[in-house]
């Protein structure tokens, strides 16, 4: 299974960097640096997908591509 997409940005409101995966509804993260956005939002998408599987919900294949690459062939 290819893996699925992060985005990570600072955000001035909150003081710090947030990262999220599109393809996992509300599955996102907060880190004082990129780096640690990046390590928590890993945490969180392992507990999505488990808690997705433990329900019997469907797991998303990776979907989301960033606009630069969608033209890409």
């Known amino acids: 299974m290819k893996d699925y997409h992060i985005n ?19 599955c996102s993260a907060f880190g004082n640096t990129p780096e640690e956005a990046l390590r928590e939002v890993e945490i969180a998408k ?14 998303p294949e990776p979907r989301y591509r960033p606009a630069i690459y969608q033209f890409a062939t």
């Open 46 to 59: 392992q507990a999505w997908l488990e808690a997705a599987r433990a329900e019997g919900k469907p797991i």
């Open 8 to 26: 990570i940005f600072y955000s001035q409101e909150d003081e710090g960097y947030i990262a999220d995966i599109p393809d996992l509804e509300a």
